[in-house]
C-alpha cells in the first residue's frame, strides 16, 4: 500500500501530509496530527463528537476517509481560539452557562452551533435543537447547551 | 458475524489499498473496470465506512465519485426535475425547487439521520444502498422517478419500481456502475404530496414507517383523478401500493373512499416484529392510518375538496 499526498488547510495553515489510502479524518487529527480535541465517539456517525467543520460545514470525521479533505479547509476545535490565546464567544458561553460536564461532546457541539450562528445569527430554540440533533450528550446537559448557544447570539448581537 | 464492539470501536484502518478520485466520468469508469470487481463507488461514505469498518464489505480500492463534475445540480428540464447523482439531502431539502415541486422529497431528506450526515450522504447512495428504511426511496418512489445508471456498455435508464431487489440489493452493481442522475415529473397545478413518518423520536432515528403521497385532484375539485402511494419499512424493498392506488382513481374524494382505500392498503404489508421498529401488528394498523392521512393531506395540498 502506498501512500498519496494530501494538501488541505487545518484551522488556517495550509499542510501537505502523505496518508494512508485508509486513513479516516478522525485518526489522522489524533493519532498523526496530535489534536485530540476531535473526539472518536461511536465512529459510526451516530454521535456526533467527531464533528468537524470542512468549508465551514459540520460533517462526521469518524466517516470521513482522509483523501476527501483535499483542498479543503478544516476547522477542528483547537482552530476557535484566537491568536492571542483568547476563546470564542461560543466557547466563552458554554463555560458561562456550565453547558459542559465530562466535555466529550462539547467539541462537536461548538463547532456545529458555530456553523448555525455564521448561518442564522439569531436562531430561536427549535432552530438550536434541530441544529445540534446530530451530536449526542449523554450527560444528558441539553437545556445548559441550547442555553449557552442563546447566550453566544446575544452576546454577539 | 459482527464483530465485538471494542475491535469494532477502536479498528480504525478500513484496509483498502487504493482511494481513487477520478475527476472524469469515463476515468472512474476506467478505475472500477481496472480492478475487476474488486473496487466500489464511494459517494458521501456514510454507508460504505461502517461497512468496511465492520467488515460486512471487502474491497482492495474505493473510487470516490464526489469530485466527478456535473453531478452536483438539481436543475429543471422542461416538466421534469433532474436530480445529480452527487446531490446531498442537505441540497435537496434545502432546495426551493425541490420544497415547491416535490415538497415530500424534502421533507423525507430532511429526515435522513443528522445534519451532519445530510451535508454528505447523497440521495444517489440511499438508494443504491437499496435500505427499505430508506427516506429517499419513498417519497422518489411515489414520484414515479427514474435514475440513470453509467457502466463501461454505456448508460440505462431504470424506473425505481423496477430498481430495489432485496435489502441491501438493487439493480445496480457498484463494483462497476455509477448512479450519474435521478429524473422526475415537477408536481403540476392540480397535484399534491405528503410525507408521513413514524419514528421513536424527532430527529436521529430510523423512520417505523415511512408513507410517501402524491395526489392529483379531478376537475371538479372534489373527486380523485389519480394517487402514488409509496411505503417502507414493511417489506424486504421500499414499494407502490398499487392496489389502493387502483381503488381511489376516478372516485369521489370522500372520507370512506380513503377509509377503503387505507383498509385495502396493507396487502403486500409484511413487516417484522422488532424491537427496533414495533411489533407487525402496530405497523401494519399504523399503515392504514397513514395511507388515509398521507391522502387527504396530499388531496388538500392538491386542492380537492374532502367532503
Known amino acids: 500500500m502506498s501512500t498519496m499526498e494530501l494538501s488541505f488547510k487545518l484551522n488556517g495553515r495550509a499542510l501537505t501530509l502523505n496518508v494512508a489510502p485508509d486513513t479516516l479524518m478522525v485518526d489522522l487529527l489524533r493519532e498523526d496530527l496530535g489534536l485530540t480535541g476531535t473526539k472518536a465517539g461511536c465512529r459510526e456517525g451516530e454521535c456526533g463528537a467527531c464533528t468537524i467543520l470542512v468549508d465551514g460545514t459540520p460533517m462526521n470525521s469518524c466517516l470521513m476517509p482522509a483523501l476527501k479533505v483535499q483542498g479543503r479547509e478544516i476547522t477542528t476545535i483547537e482552530g476557535l481560539e484566537k491568536a492571542d490565546g483568547s476563546l470564542e464567544v461560543l466557547q466563552e458561553a458554554f463555560m458561562g452557562e456550565g453547558a459542559s460536564q465530562c466535555g466529550f461532546c462539547t467539541p462537536g457541539m461548538i463547532l456545529t452551533a458555530t456553523a448555525l450562528l455564521k448561518q442564522n445569527p439569531d436562531p430561536d430554540e427549535g432552530e438550536i435543537r434541530q441544529a445540534l440533533s446530530g451530536v449526542l450528550c449523554r450527560c444528558t446537559g441539553y437545556r445548559k447547551i441550547v442555553q449557552a448557544v442563546k447566550a453566544a447570539a446575544k452576546a454577539r448581537a | 458475524m459482527a464483530l465485538p464492539f471494542e475491535k469494532l470501536h477502536w479498528y480504525s484502518k478500513l484496509e483498502v489499498a487504493d482511494y481513487l478520485v477520478p475527476t472524469s466520468l469515463p476515468q472512474a469508469l476506467d478505475m472500477l473496470a481496472a480492478h475487476g470487481g474488486r473496487a466500489r463507488v464511494i459517494a458521501g461514505g456514510t454507508?460504505?465506512?461502517?461497512?468496511l469498518r465492520s467488515r460486512k464489505l471487502a474491497v482492495s480500492a474505493l473510487v470516490d465519485v464526489s469530485r466527478l463534475p456535473d453531478m452536483n445540480a438539481i436543475e429543471s428540464d422542461g416538466a421534469d426535475i433532474l436530480i445529480g447523482g452527487g446531490v446531498t439531502h442537505a441540497q435537496a431539502a434545502a432546495s426551493p425547487l425541490i420544497q415547491d415541486k416535490a415538497g415530500l422529497l424534502a421533507t423525507g431528506c430532511g429526515w435522513v439521520g443528522s445534519p451532519q450526515i445530510r451535508n454528505v450522504a447523497t440521495l444517489a447512495g440511499n438508494l443504491v444502498s437499496g435500505q427499505p428504511a430508506a427516506d429517499a426511496s419513498v417519497p422518489l418512489?411515489?414520484?414515479?422517478a427514474e435514475v440513470t445508471i453509467a457502466s463501461a456498455e454505456?448508460?440505462?435508464?431504470?424506473?425505481?419500481?423496477?430498481?430495489?431487489?432485496?435489502?441491501?440489493?438493487?439493480?445496480?452493481?457498484?463494483?462497476?456502475?455509477?448512479?450519474?442522475?435521478?429524473?422526475?415529473k415537477a408536481l403540476g397545478a392540480k397535484q399534491g404530496s405528503a410525507y408521513l413518518r413514524l419514528g421513536k423520536r424527532k430527529a436521529m432515528t430510523l423512520p417505523m414507517l415511512v408513507c410517501a403521497v402524491v395526489a392529483t385532484a379531478g376537475q371538479d375539485g372534489r373527486s380523485i383523478q389519480s394517487a402514488a402511494i409509496a411505503l417502507g419499512p414493511v417489506a424486504p424493498v421500499p414499494f407502490r401500493e398499487r392496489s389502493a392506488e387502483q381503488f381511489v382513481a376516478g372516485k369521489p374524494a370522500t372520507p370512506e373512499t380513503l377509509a377503503q382505500a387505507a383498509e385495502t392498503a396493507t396487502a403486500q404489508c409484511t413487516p417484522r416484529d422488532s424491537l427496533l421498529r414495533g411489533s407487525c401488528d402496530y405497523r401494519t394498523e399504523m399503515v392504514k392510518v397513514f395511507v388515509r392521512r398521507g391522502l387527504a393531506a396530499a388531496l388538500t395540498q392538491a386542492g380537492c375538496t374532502i367532503g
Open chain 2, 141 to 144: 418512489l411515489a414520484l414515479d
Open chain 2, 47 to 51: 454507508d460504505v465506512i461502517p461497512e
Open chain 2, 154 to 184: 454505456g448508460l440505462r435508464v431504470v424506473p425505481l419500481s423496477e430498481f430495489f431487489q432485496g435489502v441491501g440489493k438493487t439493480v445496480l452493481d457498484s463494483s462497476r456502475e455509477i448512479l450519474t442522475s435521478i429524473r422526475f
